[in-house]
């Protein structure tokens, strides 16, 4: 059984940076495609950022370039990083990663949460003006 364990978040102030992590356990080597969704009390979860199962193939919404970046380190088993820079009020929500079912393959819709089977247990980023 997979699962993921989410580590970073807090309180902040506006233009901080944060990182959060997101590490996979349950016995597996297999690496997985990986993203990271956020939401807010009573909005849909909205993408964040992804990153293929390989390492490769990144991306972060349109929204958030500039300011957010994802990355991967094998070296630390299995190890997905999202890196806030400049944060600003409105990124204040509960942070979630997100594992595609099926190792080493890749989701058809990298920003669609439908996609993810496994799900970390969410962290929340608050950035005060």
């Known amino acids: 059984q997979v699962q993921l364990v989410q580590s970073g978040g807090g309180l902040v102030q506006t233009g901080a940076s944060l990182t959060l992590s997101c590490t996979t356990s349950?016995?597996?080597?297999?690496?997985?495609?990986m993203a990271w969704f956020r939401q807010v009390p009573g909005k849909e979860r909205e993408f964040v950022a992804s990153?293929?199962?390989?390492?490769?193939?990144?991306?972060v919404a349109d929204s958030k370039r500039g300011r957010f970046t994802i990355s991967r380190d094998y070296n630390a088993k299995n190890v997905v990083y999202l890196q806030m820079n400049d944060l600003l009020a409105e990124d204040t929500a509960i942070y979630y990663c997100?594992?595609?079912?099926?190792?080493?393959?890749?989701?058809?819709?990298?920003?669609?949460?439908?996609?993810?089977?496994?799900w970390g247990q969410g962290t929340q980023v608050t950035v005060s003006s």
């Open positions: 997100a594992a595609y079912g099926s190792p080493e393959s890749t989701p058809l819709c990298r920003y669609c949460d439908h996609e993810y089977t496994y």
């Open positions: 349950g016995g597996t080597d297999s690496r997985y495609a």
């Open positions: 990153v293929g199962w390989s390492g490769g193939a990144r991306n």
